[in-house]
């Protein structure tokens, strides 16, 4: 398994100001997920992090958005830029261990709220 | 495009009954399956992981199985306890590009 740790746990923000979530993994991991739960929600996944290249991004979700860093093979981050209150979730990382299809494990999240 | 389904999406039941939770997916090309306990503004604990190959697996009071043919897999939980109170959330990893695809999720309440 692995160790997840997300910072910030929970923000309160003011509307068209940023955030930047961190997500720190105890071991290196290959693959790195981001996902969003609005409220009452299920999860649906932003973007894959990828190191060393630019990170994939779901349908509906743009990089001047939602802009990733995978800078090492334990670290990301996701910013969420010009926030709204339509962007008031929790957000989730997540690990893959192996290269490919693997059991994924989840960070504790951090919940957002936009005022 | 992969749709998965939770049913029911709320159960309530006195403590020490047995739980039943379904879980269904349209595309049976999978990898593995999933099952997730989420407590209430938390992150996801991960509960059991079926490979495609396997029929069930169980951990504990947990038992999951998984028909791959028909897109189905059930957990059951045995002689529940209010602290298995949460939601539970059922996942597939597609085999085209190696990501998750949840269900709503069903939240149980085991009442005391």
């Known amino acids: 398994s692995a160790v997840i740790s997300q910072k910030p746990s929970r923000d309160i923000c003011q509307r068209g100001t940023s955030l930047t979530i961190q997500c720190q993994v105890d071991s290196q991991v290959t693959m790195m997920f981001w996902y969003r739960q609005q409220p009452g929600q299920s999860l649906t996944l932003i973007a894959t992090a990828n190191q060393g290249s630019e990170a994939t991004y779901e349908s509906g979700f743009v990089i001047d958005k939602f802009p990733i860093s995978r800078p090492n093979l334990t670290f990301s981050t996701l910013t969420v830029s010009n926030m709204s209150p339509e962007d008031s979730s929790i957000y989730l990382c997540?690990?893959?261990?192996?290269?490919?299809?693997?059991?994924?494990?989840f960070g504790p999240g951090t919940r957002l709220t936009v005022l | 495009k992969q749709e998965v389904t939770q049913i029911p999406a709320a159960l309530s039941v006195p403590e020490g009954e047995n739980l039943v939770l379904n879980c269904s997916f349209t595309?049976?090309?999978?990898?593995?399956l999933q099952w997730f306990r989420q407590d209430p503004g938390k992150g996801l604990t991960s509960l059991l992981l079926?490979?495609?190959?396997?029929r069930e697996q169980t951990s504990g009071r947990l038992n999951a199985s998984l028909d791959k043919s028909s897109g189905r897999s059930t957990l059951y939980i045995a002689a529940s306890q209010p602290g298995d109170s949460a939601t539970y959330l059922c996942?597939?990893?597609?085999?085209?590009?190696?990501?998750?695809?949840f269900g709503a999720g069903t939240t149980v309440t085991v009442r005391a």
């Open positions: 996942a597939v990893l597609r085999s085209n590009d190696y990501k998750l695809s």
């Open positions: 079926i490979q495609s190959s396997q």
């Open positions: 595309d049976s090309a999978i990898y593995n």
């Open positions: 997540s690990v893959g261990l192996a290269g490919g299809p693997s059991e994924q494990f």
